[in-house]
């Protein structure tokens, strides 16, 4: 089941939150939320404002806050994040990491990227019916990935979006590394990228960076579980980030280091069934991103609690404190997992 330990520095006490035990597995729709299993049409996809400030500044990378960050086109590319595909490459170049729920309550990567790309990235691995949802919000991008169900193929032909999966982009991909198929698809996003020309820029999506908001709790460590897999974030004041390890073990990255971003968002959110099965027949989760609910956010060595909120399908979430004010996140890389806000029922 789904819940989330804080660890208060420097005392070791650890608080328990209800809130983040996993999700109730219904066939319903979301209360306060309004993304069905149904992607919407380019038609029908309001856009966000592109002229609205990225920070509280007025300057830097709408994803990152970074000043001066090269402002690309958006590549978004799902990346597998189980055991068989460890250490995964080119995450540490990424702007945004979403982490979502998949079947068998393992999780997967959504890995967003404008301001830098790395040689290479995976490996690569299918699409899920959630993505569709959470990616109109960067407008028309790039998005790469490796298979999906029959099913779900139409969904995707409507999606405001330009597939550079290995159907239409293959020579951006390769085999290589000590792991086994189906964990050893990698991809260039450069070479990606040369088939998007397209593609929208990075824009607002409702990320506030700057000075941190008055309040939050010193904190050491935060775990947040999915209902088969956990991950813990440590603060690591040397580097300035948070570390993260996933199911005990510190998760490290192809290039070297550990990752790890400079936020990390654990976003409450009601997950509930799709009409979409894996071949074993597991039901695939679909998270309700669209509406409102509590986060917590994590930066400089301090936890906060926080709001989100998200109108449509077509615009990017904002984070607020209890008072209302922005909640600011730190410059850099930035996490956001989005873990079940209700109680776990057997499927």
Same mark, same amino acid.
């Given at each position: 089941?789904?819940?989330?330990?804080?660890?208060?520095?420097?005392?070791?006490?650890?608080?328990?939150?209800?809130?983040?035990?996993?999700?109730?597995?219904?066939?319903?729709?979301?209360?306060?939320?309004?993304?069905?299993?149904?992607?919407?049409?380019?038609?029908?996809?309001?856009?966000?404002?592109?002229?609205?400030?990225?920070?509280?500044?007025?300057?830097?990378?709408?994803?990152?806050?970074?000043?001066?960050?090269? %402002?690309?086109?958006?590549?978004?590319?799902?990346?597998? %994040?189980?055991?068989?595909?460890?250490?995964?490459?080119?995450?540490?170049?990424?702007?945004?990491?979403?982490?979502?729920?998949?079947?068998?309550?393992?999780?997967?990567?959504?890995?967003?990227?404008?301001?830098?790309?790395?040689?290479?990235?995976?490996?690569?691995?299918?699409?899920?019916?959630?993505?569709?949802?959470?990616?109109?919000?960067?407008?028309?991008?790039?998005?790469?990935?490796?298979?999906?169900?029959?099913?779900?193929?139409?969904?995707?032909?409507?999606?405001?979006?330009?597939?550079?999966?290995?159907?239409?982009?293959?020579?951006?991909?390769?085999?290589?590394?000590?792991?086994?198929?189906?964990?050893?698809?990698?991809?260039?996003?450069?070479?990606?990228?040369?088939?998007?020309?397209?593609?929208?820029?990075?824009?607002?999506?409702?990320?506030?960076?700057?000075?941190?908001?008055?309040?939050?709790?010193?904190?050491?460590?935060?775990?947040?579980?999915?209902?088969?897999?956990?991950?813990?974030?440590?603060?690591?004041?040397?580097?300035?980030?948070?570390?993260?390890?996933?199911?005990?073990?510190?998760?490290?990255?192809?290039?070297?280091?550990?990752?790890?971003?400079?936020?990390?968002?654990?976003?409450?959110?009601?997950?509930?069934?799709?009409?979409?099965?894996?071949?074993?027949?597991?039901?695939?989760?679909?998270?309700?991103?669209?509406?409102?609910?509590?986060?917590?956010?994590?930066?400089?060595?301090?936890?906060?609690?926080?709001?989100?909120?998200?109108?449509?399908?077509?615009?990017?979430?904002?984070?607020?404190?209890?008072?209302?004010?922005?909640?600011?996140?730190?410059?850099?890389?930035?996490?956001?997992?989005?873990?079940?806000?209700?109680?776990?029922?057997?499927?």
């Amino acid at each position: 089941m789904s819940d989330l330990h804080v660890h208060k520095g420097p005392c070791t006490a650890v608080l328990s939150a209800a809130a983040l035990t996993a999700v109730t597995l219904s066939a319903c729709s979301g209360s306060g939320q309004t993304n069905s299993a149904a992607p919407p049409t380019t038609a029908n996809t309001p856009t966000a404002s592109a002229s609205s400030s990225p920070t509280t500044s007025g300057t830097g990378h709408p994803f990152t806050g970074r000043p001066g960050a090269r %402002n690309g086109p958006v590549l978004a590319v799902k990346i597998d %994040n189980t055991r068989s595909a460890k250490p995964q490459r080119g995450l540490r170049s990424a702007d945004i990491i979403y982490v979502e729920q998949v079947e068998g309550g393992l999780s997967r990567i959504m890995a967003v990227f404008s301001s830098a790309l790395p040689p290479q990235v995976g490996p690569v691995r299918s699409a899920r019916i959630s993505d569709l949802h959470i990616l109109p919000q960067f407008g028309r991008p790039a998005f790469a990935y490796s298979g999906v169900q029959s099913k779900m193929k139409p969904y995707l032909a409507r999606a405001s979006l330009i597939d550079v999966s290995p159907d239409t982009t293959g020579g951006a991909y390769t085999r290589a590394g000590p792991n086994p198929a189906p964990y050893n698809l990698y991809a260039s996003p450069q070479r990606l990228l040369a088939k998007a020309a397209t593609a929208t820029k990075a824009r607002d999506v409702g990320f506030r960076f700057g000075t941190a908001p008055p309040g939050g709790t010193a904190t050491t460590s935060f775990t947040a579980r999915y209902p088969a897999t956990s991950f813990v974030f440590r603060w690591s004041a040397k580097e300035h980030r948070w570390l993260a390890s996933q199911d005990g073990r510190p998760d490290r990255a192809a290039e070297g280091g550990q990752l790890g971003g400079q936020t990390i968002v654990i976003q409450r959110v009601r997950t509930t069934r799709s009409p979409f099965h894996d071949f074993l027949g597991n039901y695939t989760p679909l998270v309700r991103t669209v509406g409102t609910g509590t986060a917590t956010v994590l930066r400089d060595g301090k936890a906060y609690d926080a709001r989100w909120s998200r109108a449509s399908e077509g615009q990017g979430t904002t984070y607020t404190t209890p008072s209302g004010r922005p909640m600011t996140f730190a410059p850099g890389q930035v996490w956001v997992l989005f873990v079940n806000a209700g109680r776990p029922v057997t499927p």
